[in-house]
């Protein structure tokens, strides 16, 4: 995982006030959104909405995101602040990946 990418995961936990960590290969980890704490297993519940369609959509709903999928780009709304992401060759990637980067400009607001 790059620095950049690694900066928009702790910018959109941020966002949703959800405490992450990461273990020593790098991936991250929260007892936030939805886990159960009683049963929580860190290595069971990896975090990573720019790899995992769960988190993105978790995310996304937690924010009450809209998007649209309707052209060439993504587009992520939460509230007044909007952003476009290429779709590419894979919708799913860039899809994921508007959720995250909206959910760190929250983030970093905070």
Same mark, same amino acid.
């Given at each position: 995982m790059n620095t950049e990418d690694r900066?928009?995961?702790?910018?959109?936990?941020?966002?949703?006030?959800?405490?992450?960590?990461?273990?020593i290969d790098?991936?991250?980890?929260?007892?936030?959104?939805?886990?159960? &704490?009683?049963?929580?297993?860190?290595?069971?519940? &990896?975090?990573?909405?720019?790899a995992h369609?769960?988190?993105?959509?978790?995310?996304a709903v937690k924010l009450g995101m809209e998007l649209d999928l309707s052209g060439s780009v993504i587009c992520a709304n939460v509230g007044d602040f909007g952003l476009r992401e290429p779709i590419g060759d894979d919708p799913g990637a860039a899809t994921r990946r508007a959720i995250v980067r909206a959910a760190a400009a929250l983030g970093a607001g905070k």
């Open positions: 900066e928009l995961l702790e910018l959109a936990a941020k966002a949703v006030d959800v405490e992450v960590w990461t273990d790098g991936d991250y980890y929260s007892q936030g959104l939805g886990i159960d &704490e009683v049963t929580w297993n860190p290595l069971a519940d &990896e975090w990573n909405p720019l369609d769960g988190d993105a959509l978790r995310l």
